[in-house]
C-alpha cells in the first residue's frame, strides 16, 4: 500500500502564491511519475500537471508559466508551486502517484485526499 499526504492548501488573493505538497510513504514499491489534478464541484477532476522520475514535466495550458512541478525523489516527495494565482484556479487539488509495486505486474495509481485552494478577488 502507498499513502498520499498532501498539504500547503488555503486561501489566498488573487496575484499571490501558494506551494502544494505531496509525500508518498508505504513500503515495497517504486514511483513511476507523480501528478497534479485539480476538481470544482460538479466537475471532472483535470490534469493540471505531471513529472516523471527523470524529471520530464507537462503542464496544463491554463497553467502554463504560473505553476512549477517539482519532485524530491530521495523523499518521494512532489511539489506544485503555484504564483499568479487566479480566482479560477480555486478548486481541490489532488495529488496521484503512479506506482510499480515490487512482485507485481504493471502499474497502479494512488490518490491523496485533496487539499482545498482558494483564491479570492
Known amino acids: 500500500q502507498v499513502q498520499l499526504v498532501e498539504s500547503g492548501g488555503g486561501l489566498v488573493q488573487a496575484g499571490g502564491s501558494l506551494r502544494l505538497s505531496c509525500a508518498a510513504s508505504g513500503s515495497n514499491f517504486a514511483i513511476y511519475a507523480m501528478a497534479w489534478y485539480r476538481q470544482g464541484p460538479g466537475n471532472q477532476r483535470d490534469l493540471v500537471a505531471v513529472i516523471t522520475t527523470g524529471g520530464s514535466t507537462n503542464y496544463a495550458d491554463s497553467v502554463k508559466g504560473r505553476f512549477t512541478v517539482s519532485r524530491d525523489n530521495a523523499k518521494n516527495t512532489v511539489y506544485l508551486q503555484m504564483n499568479s494565482l487566479k480566482r479560477e484556479d480555486t478548486d481541490v487539488y489532488y495529488c496521484?502517484?503512479?506506482?510499480?509495486?515490487?512482485?507485481?505486474?504493471?502499474?497502479?495509481?494512488?490518490w491523496g485526499q485533496g487539499t482545498q485552494v482558494t483564491v479570492s478577488s
Open positions: 496521484k502517484a503512479v506506482v510499480q509495486i515490487v512482485g507485481m505486474r504493471g502499474e497502479y495509481d494512488y
